[in-house]
């Protein structure tokens, strides 16, 4: 089974840096993804961690830490379009599990 | 393009009514799943399909069906829809459940409410 733990809500100024952390036990660890998610709207892939470290892909960053079932994504050079919840998505063997969601709220 | 289609994206029915809701992808995905988003519980798996006729339950299949007769098409049944089926529906497609590539891409979602 999974268990996933991250943030219900954030707040942050624009033009900040903001890390929202995710916390999982999983069984059948096989990487872990971050998508993006407007209200309303479908998610949208972020970036996808299968090895212990950072990848950095523009303004988004994603660490993990495989033997801490530990992750973050790190968002630099807030904009306003950023507002958006953020998921965290281990995944197991055969099946990919979202946590709730982190509401991201990017202020002037 | 390379994309995920649902249909309807709207749908307002009575309890008991039976409904379809139907899924393609036009990317030769084996992967396909779907996936119900309600406030405060985030986005939930109600079944996935490893490939043609290869379909197994999620984590809340209780009151769905689904088939995959073809690799494109995964459709999403609601025998006798009830309240509690309310819901905000999702469903995506990968190219492998297992691989370094295999982002899900998400269909633009179902908004379902039974009354």
């Known amino acids: 089974g999974q268990n996933i733990d991250q943030p219900t809500e954030m707040t942050a100024t624009e033009g900040a840096i903001v890390q929202i952390n995710c916390t999982y036990q999983?069984?059948?660890?096989?990487?872990l993804f971050w998508y993006q998610q407007h209200a309303g709207e479908a998610p949208t892939f972020l970036s996808y961690?299968?090895?212990?470290g950072l990848e950095e892909k523009g303004r988004f960053s994603s660490f993990l830490s495989r033997s801490k079932g530990y992750s973050y994504l790190l968002l630099k050079e807030l904009q306003m379009k950023d507002s958006a919840s953020y998921l965290c998505?281990?995944?197991?063997?055969?099946?990919?599990?979202f946590g709730k969601g982190t509401k991201l709220s990017v202020i002037p | 393009e390379a994309q995920v289609t649902q249909n309807p994206r709207y749908l307002i029915t009575v309890t008991g009514k039976k409904l379809t809701v139907t899924c393609s992808q036009n990317m030769n995905h084996e992967y396909m799943s779907w996936y119900r988003q309600d406030p405060g519980l985030g986005l939930r798996q109600i079944y996935y399909?490893?490939?043609?006729?290869?379909?197994d339950k999620g984590d809340v299949p209780e009151g769905y069906k689904v088939s995959r007769k073809e690799k494109r098409n995964f459709p999403l049944i609601l025998e006798s829809p009830s309240p509690n089926q309310t819901s905000l529906y999702f469903c995506?497609?990968?190219?492998?459940?297992?691989?370094?590539?295999?982002?899900?891409?998400f269909g633009p979602g179902t908004r379902l409410t039974v009354l």
């Open positions: 995506a497609s990968s190219s492998r459940v297992a691989g370094p590539t295999d982002t899900q891409y």
């Open positions: 999983t069984s059948g660890f096989n990487g």
């Open positions: 961690n299968v090895l212990d």
């Open positions: 998505a281990p995944r197991g063997s055969y099946q990919l599990t």
């Open positions: 399909s490893m490939n043609v006729e290869v379909t």
